[in-house]
């Protein structure tokens, strides 16, 4: 048995367990026991390699797999177009040695505390063995980094979001039609039978339904109709 995992979800701990107290998951150790591996991205024991790509398949729809090819495009068109318009905007506000001054310094002052506040708040073991000057010191380079990146390096937060959102129009998600009712399970599918090929080079259609089936309804499938919802490139 592999060891102990720490689930950051409940949801993703409860779908664990019921894929390791399933036979499909019985049949996929003994069909796949001894085969040629490549250990690629997801190595490690068979168990886990199973558990991962089964994971891999079942994790929440990104917010850009919820949207269309056209409604990303769109996104990322009004994206590029807002984020340059406010450059453009504070453009009057900003000086090359104060940065981005008033009248929003106060304001950017107070968020810079705010978010180094977040900060202690996320990763107390920073601060764990340091004692109260240590603390406070840790505490105020951080606090005046965080300041120093809001007055004067905003223009690389605006970069950041035009480039991301240029990257969004570009995206392509194995979801086509997001508002499918069978999206989940089609993208599991998809994402599965791809790990398979990774891993042992066949896509192990027989695999892939039964670990389908402990997740979704596969009334209507087929080893046929899976290949059809998850084909593979041919080999050159």
Not at 71 to 97: N, T, W
Not at 171 to 179: G, Q
Not at 196 to 218: K, N
């Amino acid at each position: 048995m592999s060891s102990p995992r720490h689930f950051m979800h409940q949801e993703a701990e409860a779908a664990w367990r019921k894929l390791t107290a399933s036979a499909e998951y019985a049949l996929c150790l003994e069909s796949l026991k001894g085969k040629d591996r490549k250990l690629g991205m997801l190595a490690g024991t068979l168990e886990d390699w199973i558990s991962r790509a089964v994971m891999h398949g079942l994790a929440e729809l990104e917010p850009f797999e919820k949207m269309t090819s056209k409604q990303r495009q769109e996104a990322s068109k009004r994206m590029v177009a807002h984020c340059e318009a406010l450059r453009e905007l504070l453009i009057p506000f900003y000086d090359e040695k104060s940065g981005l001054d008033w009248p929003f310094q106060p304001d950017l002052d107070l968020a810079a505390l705010n978010s180094a506040i977040n900060y202690q708040d996320a990763h107390p073991n920073d601060f764990e063995a340091l004692d109260e000057d240590e603390r406070e010191e840790l505490f105020n380079r951080i606090r005046f980094s965080i300041y120093h990146g809001f007055k004067n390096d905003l223009g690389l937060v605006f970069d950041a979001i035009h480039n991301g959102a240029l990257r969004l129009a570009e995206l392509e998600s194995e979801v086509k039609k997001p508002n499918d009712s069978n999206v989940r399970r089609l993208r599991f599918i998809r994402r599965v039978t791809s790990n398979f090929v990774r891993e042992f080079g066949t896509p192990h259609r027989a695999l892939v339904l039964a670990l389908t089936s402990v997740f979704f309804s596969t009334d209507d499938l087929d080893e046929a109709a899976i290949s059809k919802l998850a084909p593979v490139p041919k080999r050159a």
